[in-house]
């Protein structure tokens, strides 16, 4: 069974930060990039970024370019996101995804459709 499962969600102030942890199983690891999304209230899904499990390649939103940073640990089939100067305007439900590798990362892997598979989601609340 696939399963991307998040943690590290949480409440902090503004300014402050989180790491987010992505958890995949159930499929081969290196055979996919895994990417970040978020979606708040009446929004739609943004991609944030995304990296590749074969070559490190990594993309970002401008949104959050400079601030967050993504990292793979490929034994441990786990990517992260540290988010760093968080504001309230980060405040969103965090999903990670699982994109197949043949895409190169880039503004092509920000698009939530191209990913097979998702995560449940965890909650981000920056408050300000």
């Known amino acids: 069974e696939v399963q991307l499962v998040e943690s590290g969600g949480g409440l902090v102030q503004a300014g402050g930060s989180l790491r987010l942890s992505c958890a995949a199983s159930?499929?081969?690891?290196?055979?996919?990039?895994i990417g970040w999304f978020r979606q708040a209230p009446g929004k739609e899904r943004e991609g944030i970024s995304c990296?590749?499990?074969?070559?490190?390649?990594?993309v970002y939103a401008d949104s959050v370019k400079g601030r967050f940073t993504i990292a793979s640990d490929n034994a441990k089939s786990t990517v992260y996101l540290q988010m760093n100067s968080l504001k309230p305007e980060d405040t969103a439900v965090y999903y990670c995804?699982?994109?197949?590798?043949?895409?190169?990362?880039?503004?092509?892997?920000?698009?939530?459709?191209?990913?097979?598979?998702w995560g449940q989601g965890a909650q981000v609340t920056v408050s300000s």
């Open positions: 995804a699982a994109a197949p590798v043949w895409i190169v990362v880039g503004s092509l892997t920000m698009i939530p459709s191209i990913y097979d598979y």
């Open positions: 990296i590749s499990s074969s070559d490190g390649s990594t």
């Open positions: 159930g499929f081969t690891f290196d055979d996919y990039h």
